[in-house]
């Protein structure tokens, strides 16, 4: 898939997502140990968009399995098409068939829905399989994902064991919101995706807001940057860095001052509270000239 | 290769000691990892970081070791090249730096004198290479250490902050700020620079040591650092943050488990209802029989509290545990004591948990003196608040028993046991010290229910998946 990691590094540049040379290693070595990657962080850091990257990057399909409390195999994994198989069963009523030979035409492939996981694992075209905010999911869900992530099969006990055509490139993400098993843990190589330094920030925001000026943008980065280091509920991602800079281009701001930044605090912060703890501090986290 | 695999399993032991639990197969995945990407520095750190840690708090701790037994130790061969290097340039800069500085404007006079001017200077100006020489400072004038040092690193990082004029410069630097309005922009730097100091001296100590010493060391530094297991007064404020953190995805791993139990069971009592309902889909054969949910009991809590000196940590860390998962119970009240008691369920209930934490401290009235007094404690949670609580509930104590020589009024204990469901109590003391000095917890015993030792993060964690 990629020769070495400094392909990776370009492939994924030029797809727009930029990583450090860290990150690149972690993905690298996934991607070589053949183990699913996991992905932790805090929100917003651009753990799905990885996965995203990494599809484009290798021209593979994107699978998406996005986890919630609740989700089960049926989901997930596969279900048998129940009204699909009764009506085959009402057609066939006449022909007087004994019941192995119903049993051996009603569980067959054609009446199997796959879902997300048994796709990738059928999938002749190369595919990445992410299966998001792995954290939301229960327990018994992570008992699950433990078959498929080390031997990258499923069994199903009407048809048999079925195996990966190809081993998919599997992302995992996590917003760290449980503590899950270890036993999953174990099985996947670890990255841990945090914000990003003032270069990098800085680059991000040239690369996705083209047309903003080197003053204004390391000004704003390095607002936000101070604001993540504030104790606030919930400190700014970077997708709400760039919405930031994308608004203030199209005010047609030059540089940021105090008038300026209080009356669009709120793209960056979330909660009343937070905002009305940053307001009145405005003026002195503001980056000096 | 058969020398790296050697390291990289030597490493991982010396993980296990810390308290990481790491598995064979990690081991593997690290050892292919390594051979993966190559021995460049931060290639190989990534490598074994991203395969053997599965858990972020384990993080500060693998750094730790992994520079101290890759680099620093000496039978370590491998990059000790690297480190030559890096200590040259270092030094170069550092004393560089240093020139400037005396030759500079302004520090001149008296900065020979008095270290602590020129750490004010270094931090203003926020120049790194004149901190790392303060640091440096710092440890050299520790003078010869023994191999007990290694139990007192936080005290002689301490002296050595003293022998560079920390705490001076930080008041004056305090002052500067009021006095010059610095911004907070500015200030953070400020911050940040001491913190590096701070850490930069711990890790020139703990190299001293493994140098002079060698891996014995190294064990004990491991041991030492392994917060899952060390008692909870012994913590230190960023451990205490980040068992804080632990302690909230422990309580939702708890609440998601419950949650479970909560939904549409598998098996049980027929839904009717739903059943026939979903019958319509498949022609009204019933193919799958639907059940109905089992009503789960949410007991009443009572938590009381001693928060006196060492216990106080400990109570905190309960008080958020039991507050995260809230929805377990029917209903939780909160008491503090340290020889008076008093209420403080009021604190949680519109406030954000640590909110609440900090209000409840300051504002309840649970102290006259700063020594616990159970007896005391019982007859008047026995008087005031006992016939307000249903016989459902559950009482949890929080305490290590240890009286001050006091009158035990074991029969106040007695008669709330009779009122309540059952006492459980949670004493945050090694066990072999029960009952030792003025330790009663025998006393009090035979009328709880179960009595659980719960010193450490571990403990902690047994503790409350058995019981909730």
């Given amino acids: 898939m990629f020769q070495s990691r400094e392909e990776l590094e370009k492939k994924l540049a030029e797809h727009h997502y930029l990583i450090d040379r860290n990150v690149a290693t972690v993905v690298y070595l996934a991607v070589k140990l053949q183990k699913p990657l996991l992905v932790e962080g805090p929100a917003g850091v651009g753990k799905t968009e990885l996965a995203k990257a990494l599809a484009a990057a290798t021209g593979s399909r994107l699978i998406r399995l996005q986890c919630y409390e609740g989700l089960d195999e049926a989901k997930?994994?596969?279900?048998?098409?129940?009204?699909?198989?009764?009506?085959?069963?009402?057609?066939?009523?006449n022909q007087n068939k004994s019941w192995h030979e119903a049993k051996d035409d009603i569980f067959t492939r054609e009446f199997l829905l796959r879902r997300p996981i048994l796709d990738a694992l059928e999938s002749t075209e190369p595919v990445v399989l992410l299966i998001d905010e792995v954290d939301k999911s229960d327990e018994e869900f992570e008992s699950f994902l433990l078959e498929i992530l080390s031997d990258y099969q499923i069994t199903i006990p009407e048809l048999g064991t079925i195996k990966a055509k190809s081993v998919p490139l599997t992302v995992l993400t996590s917003n760290n919101f449980r503590d899950?098993?270890?036993?999953?843990?174990?099985?996947?190589?670890?990255?841990?995706?945090?914000?990003?330094?003032?270069?990098?920030?800085?680059?991000?925001?040239?690369?996705?807001?083209?047309?903003?000026?080197?003053?204004?943008?390391?000004?704003?980065?390095?607002?936000?940057?101070?604001?993540?280091?504030?104790?606030?509920?919930?400190?700014?991602?970077?997708?709400?860095?760039?919405?930031?800079?994308?608004?203030?281009?199209?005010?047609?701001?030059?540089?940021?001052?105090?008038?300026?930044?209080?009356?669009?605090?709120?793209?960056?912060?979330?909660?009343?509270?937070?905002?009305?703890?940053?307001?009145?501090?405005?003026?002195?986290?503001?980056?000096?000239? | 290769m058969l020398f790296l695999e050697e390291k990289i399993l030597e490493f991982a032991r010396l993980l296990r000691k810390g308290g990481v639990n790491v598995s064979v197969t990690q081991v593997i995945a690290a050892i292919q990892a390594a051979a993966a990407v190559g021995l460049a520095k931060e290639d190989f750190y990534t490598a074994l970081l991203s395969t053997l840690i599965v858990d972020q708090m384990d993080q500060p701790l693998f750094d730790k070791l992994f520079r101290l037994y890759f680099f620093s130790l000496e039978s370590s061969v491998f990059e000790k090249h690297t480190d030559h290097n890096e200590q040259e340039t270092d030094g170069a800069t550092a004393a560089l730096q240093l020139v400037d500085s005396i030759e500079g404007t302004g520090m001149g006079r008296g900065a020979g004198a008095t270290p602590?001017?020129?750490?004010?200077?270094?931090?203003?100006?926020?120049?790194?290479?004149?901190?790392?020489?303060?640091?440096?400072?710092?440890?050299?004038?520790?003078?010869?250490?023994?191999?007990?040092?290694?139990?007192?690193?936080?005290?002689?990082?301490?002296?050595?902050?003293?022998?560079?004029?920390?705490?001076?410069?930080?008041?004056?630097?305090?002052?500067?700020?009021?006095?010059?309005?610095?911004?907070?922009?500015?200030?953070?730097?400020?911050?940040?620079?001491?913190?590096?100091?701070?850490?930069?001296?711990?890790?020139?100590?703990?190299?001293l040591l493994v140098r002079k010493f060698g891996s014995m060391i190294l064990e004990e530094i491991a041991l030492a650092a392994n917060i899952r297991e060390k008692e909870f007064f012994r913590l230190d404020q960023l451990e205490i943050q980040e068992i804080r953190k632990q302690i909230t995805k422990m309580a939702r791993k708890l609440a998601s488990r419950y949650a479970r139990r909560y939904r549409r069971a598998k098996h049980g009592k027929i839904d009717l209802r739903r059943t026939i309902k979903n019958a319509m889909i498949n022609g009204g054969t019933p193919i799958r029989l639907k059940y109905r949910r089992r009503v789960i009991s949410k007991p009443e809590l009572v938590l009381l509290c001693d928060v006196s000196g060492s216990v106080a940590v400990f109570s905190e860390f309960m008080l958020q545990l039991v507050y995260t998962i809230q929805n377990r119970f029917s209903h939780i009240r909160s008491f503090l004591f340290v020889n008076t008691v008093d209420e403080v369920t009021e604190y949680f209930t519109n406030n954000s948990i640590e909110e609440a934490l900090d209000k409840a401290f300051a504002k309840a009235r649970y102290a006259m003196s700063p020594f616990s007094d159970y007896g005391r404690v019982f007859r008047q949670f026995e008087k005031e608040y006992l016939p307000t609580f249903s016989p459902q509930s559950t009482l949890i104590i929080l305490g290590d028993a240890r009286n001050n020589y006091r009158h035990d009024e074991r029969d106040s204990l007695q008669r709330i046991g009779e009122q309540v469901r059952k006492i459980l109590w949670f004493n945050p003391q090694p066990q072999e010290e029960w009952n030792t000095e003025d330790s009663i917890i025998g006393i009090y015993a035979p009328y709880c229910r179960q009595v659980f030792e719960c010193r450490n993060l571990k403990q902690l964690e047994e503790v409350t998946e058995a019981i909730l």
């Avoid at chain 1, 001052?257 to 009305?276: E, F, G, N, R, W």
């Avoid at chain 2, 007192?152 to 003293?162: F, N, R």
């Avoid at chain 2, 410069?169 to 500067?176: F, G, P, R, Y």
């Avoid at chain 2, 006095?179 to 890790?203: A, P």
Wanted: charged share 25%.
């Fill in chain 2, 116 to 207: 602590y001017l020129l750490l004010v200077k270094a931090v203003r100006e926020t120049n790194y290479p004149l901190l790392r020489k303060l640091g440096k400072m710092g440890i050299e004038s520790l003078g010869d250490l023994e191999q007990g040092a290694v139990a007192e690193i936080d005290k002689l990082v301490d002296q050595a902050k003293v022998a560079i004029g920390w705490y001076q410069a930080v008041n004056t630097l305090e002052k500067i700020r009021v006095q010059e309005k610095v911004s907070e922009i500015r200030y953070c730097k400020w911050l940040d620079c001491l913190s590096f100091l701070e850490k930069y001296m711990e890790s020139l100590l703990e190299d």
């Fill in chain 1, 180 to 289: 899950f098993g270890d036993a999953l843990k174990r099985r996947c190589v670890h990255l841990y995706l945090d914000y990003p330094t003032f270069e990098r920030e800085l680059e991000i925001i040239k690369l996705k807001v083209p047309g903003i000026n080197q003053l204004l943008s390391q000004q704003l980065v390095s607002f936000v940057q101070l604001l993540r280091k504030q104790n606030i509920k919930k400190p700014p991602s970077i997708a709400e860095t760039i919405d930031w800079a994308r608004s203030l281009l199209t005010l047609s701001v030059s540089r940021i001052d105090a008038d300026i930044v209080q009356s669009t605090l709120s793209i960056l912060l979330k909660y009343q509270s937070d905002i009305d703890q940053i307001l009145p501090r405005i003026p002195s986290l503001l980056p000096e000239d």
């Fill in chain 1, 76 to 93: 997930a994994l596969y279900e048998w098409n129940y009204q699909k198989q009764l009506l085959c069963l009402q057609l066939k009523q």
